[in-house]
């Protein structure tokens, strides 16, 4: 399992390592990119209605393999396209197949934590974490010598692509006997009985039902990681006029922290439980995030950044595994829901604080994450467990 966290980790850093030298090839403006961008988690956007469905039909074990072939294999289309539309087309295929991947290995994930009977999910998505960093110095690495992108991509997805194929045999065998003894009954009328009668207390149950709440801290977790991808640098560069080389140095102390607090997620979920952990978590990225916005010198906001990254390192895997556990005999359902609803949140993210910006100035736009950081520590007590595992 930790070969696909890191598969789609790799395959990911490394791409995004490279989008300088596409948006040159196809003469895109900022504008453009920013829209053909927006492809790539539309995909993901789709294939969380579907991969549920798809998980549970077939299980998790091809989809994984499949899919794990494919994404190392679709960003060398990037490097070959000929025009932006059918580069979009190009990323919504590669959003579709790393939002299937996504929720196949994480169902996965789910599947052996129950087996260990202890948290495991931070540890497989700080695999995904390394892997992205490692895949953003390839990508430095191979624009530093001036290598095309098309060629790049190829090099990188032949080993990652024969290693998806090689290692599917080590996957678990999906909980099917436990999933049909979940499953209502040909004669049993309850699903469409609920659609007849969705009442307005009915539908107040189902808002707030631990599903529904998972999936908007989800979308709050997606949106706020977002915001420090796309908006520290820029932070940094324009509101406190550091040089572009130093602004880097945001997102890269959020990335570390992002990745190394979701190596020890696991222990802490164990000691004080995946509620206190999500809570914790919420708590040190809005104080994080102030004190980025709040520092009058760049090294403090850097390290503002730092302790957001930490803080969110351990709430998304955290989140997907409390998704797997509110309906046993759905996994993959619970987790395409709440991934979903978190994608939702990639992709409306940039937007949204682009739009706060150019009304109210980008310090009061990143002052939104913080605030969604501590929905997210009031919300971890409604529908994660407050206690550690056994």
Known sequence: MLVYFGVLGLASGDWLARIPAIKHSLGLSDGTLGLALLAASAGQVVVAMLAGRIVHRIGSRMPIVISGFCVPLLPVTFGVVPNQAAFMGCLFGFGFAGGLLDVAMNAQAVYTERGFGRPLMTSFHACYSFGALAGGLIGGLFAWAQIRPSANFAIVAAPLSCLALSVGRWLLPDDKPAERAQRPQQGDQRPSALRRSLTPAVWRTVVTSPLAVLGLLSLCSLLGEGAADGWSAVYLRDNLGTSAWFAAFGFAAFSVTMATGR???????????????????????????????????????????ALYGAGLSC?????????????????????????????????????????????AGLTVALGLPALLALAIAAGAGVAMPTRAPG
């Open 263 to 305: 190596l020890a997620g696991d222990r802490l979920a164990l000691r004080f439980g995946p509620g206190a952990l999500v809570r914790g978590g919420g708590l040190l990225a809005a104080i994080g995030m102030t004190c980025a916005l709040i520092s009058p010198v760049p090294a403090g906001t850097i390290a503002g950044f």
């Open 315 to 359: 709430i998304f895997p955290q989140l997907l595994s409390a998704a797997g556990s509110v309906r046993p005999g759905q996994t993959a359902s619970g987790i395409a829901a709440v991934a979903g609803m978190g994608y939702v949140g990639l992709l409306s993210g940039p937007v949204l604080i682009g739009g706060l910006a150019s009304v």
